[in-house]
């Protein structure tokens, strides 16, 4: 039976993984600079997306917690990173000055496709339909 666990994130750079039935803390990495600002479970449960403050987005094995790949270049910081429901794909948004912009990862290749736009402002948490279809 899998255990069931809870991951916790937050500005002081850390994530936190809790054994939910009885509520200890399993595990504790240093996760991201400038705080973390956001986590998302691939559908497998098997690694976490973290986002943050320093401008890139980190993907960890939940079992080990290790770091499994670092996707920079990004020029404002992350603020929010969500799975597609099949798992192939990653949502972020990029915070660059007043303006916001959506970005698309490919799950395999790690490829980084930012979609034509900026909004003025803020978007929220993108989240995708259960179908995966929209976004």
């Known amino acids: 039976m899998i255990p069931l666990i809870a991951v916790t994130a937050s500005l002081d750079d850390k994530v936190k993984i809790w054994g939910a039935a009885d509520g200890k803390m399993i595990r504790e990495f240093a996760a991201q600079q400038e705080g973390v600002l956001s986590i998302a479970w691939s559908p497998t449960g098997k690694v976490i997306a973290t986002a943050g403050g320093d401008k890139t987005i980190k993907l960890w094995d939940v ?18 990173v969500t799975y597609r429901p099949d798992g ?7 915070n660059e000055d007043a303006y916001d912009s959506l970005h698309l990862i490919d799950a395999a290749t790690l490829k980084d496709q930012p979609v034509p736009g900026m909004v003025r402002g803020q978007i929220e948490g993108p989240e995708f339909s259960r179908d995966g279809r929209r976004l």
């Open 63 to 80: 079992a080990g917690g290790k770091n499994v790949a670092t996707l920079d270049g990004h020029t404002g910081f992350v603020s929010s």
């Open 88 to 94: 192939k794909t990653l949502a972020l948004i990029v």
